[in-house]
T-cell receptor, first 111, second 115 residues
């Protein structure tokens, strides 16, 4: 069964810290992996997309890595800010025409 | 700007009623999806469509119906057969069915509440 797990479920850090969010997937035959941000009561905003042939993608203070052999992806957030507070979701795409989502990591960055 | 528009933002359903959630995209994407989000659970796929006039059931299709008469539109009907419809509903699209090089784009969601 294709499953995606995110640890930790919640994280609270002081402003300025660098942090890592983890995403694990059981089936390594991944097509691509996408990281999203969700603010309370809102839709999903795409942050980064990593193709199966890639090892990482970067956008500003965000860096996402993909290790298919170990079934893991990480989202690194540098110099965190209160505005980064949100739920972060990872989703794996397989050759089955649908996304498999993790349950998310709820991040709070306090001043 | 291209994107996905979901309406309404909030919807209230009485017992025994059917309600329809709207999803429109101007991204010229072939594939469209409906997901349901419940607190503490991941997003679950209800229905998806890769081409006009064709759609497939997802993991939790019971009590829901869809149509895909136009490329831009993929409305979801929550029928009275859906016994626990209170949830946050998200519509998404992708250029093709596997996210290709651009991934998936999501709308802003509709919160449905049974009253």
């Amino acid at each position: 069964k294709q499953e995606v797990t995110q640890i930790p479920a919640a994280l609270s850090v002081p402003e300025g810290e660098n942090l890592v969010l983890n995403c694990s997937f059981t089936d390594s035959a991944i097509y691509n992996l996408q990281w999203f941000r969700q603010d309370p009561g809102k839709g999903l905003t795409s942050l980064l997309l990593i193709q199966s042939s890639q090892r990482e993608q970067t956008s500003g203070r965000l860096n996402a890595s993909l290790d298919k052999s170990s079934g893991r992806s990480t989202l690194y957030i540098a110099a965190s800010q209160p505005g980064d507070s949100a739920t972060y979701l990872c989703a794996a795409s397989y050759n089955t025409d649908k996304l498999i989502f993790g349950t998310g990591t709820r991040l709070q960055v306090f001043p | 700007d291209g994107g996905i528009t979901q309406s309404p933002k909030y919807l209230f359903r009485k017992e025994g009623q059917n309600v329809t959630l709207s999803c429109e995209q101007n991204l010229n994407h072939d594939a469209m999806y409906w997901y349901r989000q419940d607190p503490g659970q991941g997003l679950r796929l209800i229905y998806y469509s890769q081409i006009v006039n064709d759609f497939q059931k997802g993991d939790i299709a019971e009590g829901y119906s869809v149509s895909r008469e136009k490329k831009e539109s993929f409305p979801l009907t929550v029928t009275s057969a859906q016994k626990n419809p209170t949830a946050f509903y998200l519509c998404a699209s992708s250029i093709d069915g596997r996210g290709s090089n651009y991934g998936y784009t999501f709308g802003s969601g509709t919160r449905l509440t049974v009253v």
